[in-house]
């Protein structure tokens, strides 16, 4: 079994920071591309940041020069810095990673965590 698993969400003032992380543990081979996303309430999930095993990052227009995406390959670990937060910023954020399961497979799966509740509000 593979597993995501997600901590640091919060509440925090508008301006405020929080920093996000993620960790891919179970049985598999090597973790590609490692991303956040995040879905307010009557939105469609929507790609937040992005970072490949060689650490090239993509980010939203909306979040570039506050949100950080960070890794830690040797832990399998993914990082979300947010600072100066804005209620904008207020969703559920999920992890999602492509997992090489086996060593002689091309083939990558697609892993989901459960899902951690950011709220910016004063």
């Known amino acids: 079994q593979v597993r995501l698993v997600e901590s640091g969400g919060g509440l925090v003032q508008p301006g405020g920071s929080l920093r996000l992380s993620c960790a891919a543990s179970?049985?598999?081979?090597?973790?590609?591309?490692m991303d956040w996303y995040r879905q307010a309430p009557g939105n469609q999930r929507e790609l937040v940041a992005s970072?490949?095993?060689?650490?090239?990052?993509n980010y939203a227009d909306s979040v570039k020069g506050r949100l950080t995406i960070s890794r830690d390959n040797a832990k399998n670990t993914v990082l979300l810095q947010m600072n100066s937060l804005k209620p904008d910023d207020t969703a559920v954020y999920y992890c999602?990673?492509?997992?090489?399961?086996?060593?002689?497979?091309?083939?990558?799966?697609?892993?989901w965590g459960q899902g951690t509740q950011v709220t910016v509000s004063s």
């Open positions: 999602h990673a492509q997992i090489k399961r086996y060593r002689f497979s091309s083939r990558e799966y697609d892993y």
């Open positions: 179970g049985s598999f081979f090597s973790v590609n591309t």
């Open positions: 970072i490949t095993a060689g650490g090239i990052t």
